[in-house]
Nanobody
Framework: QVQLVESGGGLLQGGGSLRLSCAAS????????MGWFRQAPGKEREFVAA????????YYADSVKGRFTISRDNAKNTVYLQMNSLKPEDTAVYYC???????????????????WGQGTQVTVSS
């Protein structure tokens, strides 16, 4: 069982930066692939970024590539999402998720993940 708690969301102007954090409980954090997803009002939850157990492999949605960076600190049981050059279309609730697989496949699929946080709101004004 893994419990995930996101933090760091907020309201900011376009072009700004924000760093989200996701703290995980449990001693086996390093055995979970981690992902960030987001959901805007009226839209389906979508993949943002993912990272492998060791952090050696990262994956990004095309819409955030070059602007967002996912990282993890296994000693602190925490995964981060650094978001730069934010746009109004980045406005959403951001969710942290954990999956037992370390596969390079299906990291983008909501159904692939076993545990989810409660989400943190990010609002970007124009």
């Amino acid at each position: 069982q893994v419990q995930l708690v996101e933090s760091g969301g907020g309201l900011l102007q376009g072009g700004g930066s924000l760093r989200l954090s996701c703290a995980a409980s449990g001693r086996t954090f390093m055995r979970y692939g981690m992902g960030w997803f987001r959901q805007a009002p009226g839209k389906e939850r979508e993949f943002v970024a993912a990272i492998s157990w060791s952090g050696a492999r990262t994956y990004y949605a095309d819409s955030v590539k070059g602007r967002f960076t996912i990282s993890r600190d296994n000693a602190k049981n925490t995964v981060y999402l650094q978001m730069n050059s934010l746009k109004p279309e980045d406005t959403a609730v951001y969710y942290c998720a954990a999956r037992k697989s370390d596969s390079g496949s299906y990291y983008y699929a909501v159904d692939e993940y076993d545990y989810w946080g409660q989400g943190t709101q990010v609002t970007v004004s124009s």
